[in-house]
């Protein structure tokens, strides 16, 4: 009489019968680079980032000091990564806090009336995904994942239709990612939302043609 198989040999046995003859053919050249993102791509974005129930505006480059101020209206305190250029928040009339290292702690940055001005890396549009690799005008991940509003500033030719585009523009795929679908949310098993769970409750992105 034969032994039976044990379980973990019988578990491959049946993932290699199961696994197809031939290699499985991928439908879109994933190899292929994403041009200069078009209004479609940038539409196709917004749409994404709004499902999420982010803010969006859309902006030129000599309005945003007036758009970033308008989305900071209510705001006391804003914290800025080191390589924010200062003319973006140059029309706000709020307190400006400078990260410098380990210049901001948790706790002011959990202060009430606190939010977070960053550019990004990348923005991939198919998802509605913002990318920060913490690049100068991104900062240290604690300035976006603590905080309870953060306003994220894209530039149009940031903006790419898919992730496999978005991996290839990073300088470093190796550096701390964080990758931002609209606010921070979750719900429990009856589909009750919540939000601000794991990082800020409040979502503003600016496109900047």
Same mark, same amino acid.
């Given at each position: 009489?034969?032994?039976?198989?044990?379980?973990?040999?019988?578990?491959?046995?049946?993932?290699? =019968?199961?696994?197809? #003859?031939?290699?499985? +053919? $991928? &439908?879109?050249?994933?190899?292929?680079?994403?041009? *200069? @993102?078009?209004?479609?791509?940038?539409?196709?974005?917004?749409?994404?980032?709004?499902?999420?129930?982010?803010?969006?505006?859309?902006?030129?480059?000599?309005?945003?000091? =007036?758009?970033?101020? #308008?989305?900071?209206? +209510? $705001? &006391?305190?804003?914290?800025?990564?080191?390589?924010? *250029? @200062?003319?973006?928040?140059?029309?706000?009339?709020?307190?400006?806090?400078?990260?410098?290292?380990?210049?901001?702690?948790?706790?002011?940055?959990?202060?009430?009336?606190? =939010?977070?001005?960053?550019?990004?890396?990348?923005? $991939?549009?198919?998802?509605?995904?913002?990318?920060?690799?913490?690049?100068?005008?991104?900062?240290?991940?604690?300035?976006?994942?603590?905080?309870?509003?953060?306003?994220?500033?894209?530039?149009?030719?940031?903006?790419?239709?898919?992730?496999?585009?978005?991996?290839?523009?990073?300088?470093?795929?190796?550096?701390?990612?964080?990758?931002?679908?609209?606010?921070?949310?979750?719900?429990?098993?009856?589909?009750?939302?919540?939000?601000?769970?794991?990082?800020?409750?409040?979502?503003?992105?600016?496109?900047?043609?």
């Amino acid at each position: 009489m034969s032994t039976p198989p044990d379980a973990r040999t019988e578990i491959l046995r049946r993932v290699r =019968a199961a696994q197809p #003859a031939a290699p499985v +053919d $991928v &439908p879109r050249d994933y190899a292929a680079d994403d041009g *200069p @993102a078009g209004l479609a791509l940038v539409d196709l974005l917004v749409d994404r980032l709004e499902d999420y129930k982010a803010t969006v505006r859309r902006c030129a480059a000599a309005d945003l000091p =007036a758009i970033l101020a #308008a989305s900071l209206t +209510d $705001v &006391p305190s804003v914290a800025l990564p080191p390589g924010v *250029p @200062a003319a973006w928040l140059s029309l706000y009339g709020g307190e400006i806090a400078r990260d410098s290292g380990d210049g901001l702690t948790v706790a002011d940055l959990d202060a009430p009336g606190v =939010a977070v001005v960053t550019g990004c890396a990348v923005a $991939v549009a198919q998802t509605g995904t913002l990318i920060l690799d913490a690049g100068p005008d991104q900062g240290r991940r604690l300035l976006t994942l603590v905080p309870d509003h953060h306003v994220c500033v894209v530039r149009v030719d940031q903006i790419v239709e898919r992730l496999p585009a978005a991996l290839r523009r990073l300088a470093d795929p190796t550096r701390p990612l964080t990758m931002i679908s609209g606010p921070s949310a979750t719900s429990d098993i009856e589909l009750n939302r919540v939000e601000g769970v794991h990082g800020p409750r409040r979502l503003d992105v600016v496109i900047v043609a």
